[in-house]
């Protein structure tokens, strides 16, 4: 079956460390999303890859970066400047580029800082 | 930028009660979603809609274009309908806006 697959699912890190989030997706979909979740928030973009080797940031990137070398992969570093990381992490995808209106997502990584 | 805002922004039901949760938007948008949060933290959407009405099961969305308005109703509600409801408004070219969210409680 086609969608998007997270890992890990719980991960801890101590301040300091970088950690990266994978993101997988067999759906054939050209653009990817990170979102993050806070409790009482909704879900805010940190970036986004309408194609292959090519991203935009969201609207809190500061302290992530991202790659895009293939399509099916867009994996999320989060990175020692980013001040408070302790997070819910939620990955997405969409066939036609960020115009798209269909989104599938995956379930989640969350990250907390020891 | 859109501003995405819903309300309530907590909500507990009896079991069997009618649940009418609001979204409403800014400016004019091409698509309105409204997705489902489980406790797990996954989402799975529930509809797109860009216009009238659209059914599925016990759930109806609804939107007025005109007013910058969606509702999500959730008919004979169940304790398993108890997740985060969420809407999110697309415009043009850009990403998804999203809401903060509606925790829904159903006890049995």
């Known amino acids: 079956d086609g969608g998007i697959t997270q890992s890990p699912k719980y991960l801890f890190r101590k301040e300091g460390q970088n950690v990266t989030l994978s993101c997988e997706q067999n759906l054939n979909h050209d653009a990817m999303y990170w979102y993050r979740q806070d409790p009482g928030q909704g879900l805010r973009l940190i970036y986004y890859?309408?194609?292959?080797?090519?991203?935009q940031k969201g609207d809190i990137a500061e302290g992530y970066s991202v790659s895009r070398e293939k399509k099916e992969s867009f994996p999320l570093t989060v990175t020692s400047a980013q001040k408070n990381p302790t997070a819910f992490y939620l990955c997405a995808s969409s066939p036609q580029g960020a115009g798209a209106n269909v989104l599938t997502f995956g379930a989640g990584s969350r990250l907390t800082v020891l | 930028k859109n501003e995405v805002e819903q309300s309530p922004q907590n909500l507990t039901a009896q079991e069997g009660e009618f649940i009418t949760i609001n979204c409403s938007y800014s400016v004019g948008i091409s698509a309105l979603h409204w997705l489902q949060q489980h406790p797990g933290g996954g989402i799975v959407s529930l509809f797109m809609?860009?216009?009238g009405k659209k059914k599925h099961g016990r759930l109806i969305a609804t939107i007025n274009i005109q007013e910058k308005h969606s509702s999500l109703h959730i008919t004979a509600s169940h304790p398993r309908d108890s997740a985060v409801y969420i809407c999110a408004a697309k415009s043009g070219n850009t990403p998804l806006v999203f809401g903060k969210g509606t925790r829904l409680s159903v006890i049995a």
């Open positions: 890859s309408q194609i292959v080797n090519d991203f």
């Open positions: 809609l860009s216009s």
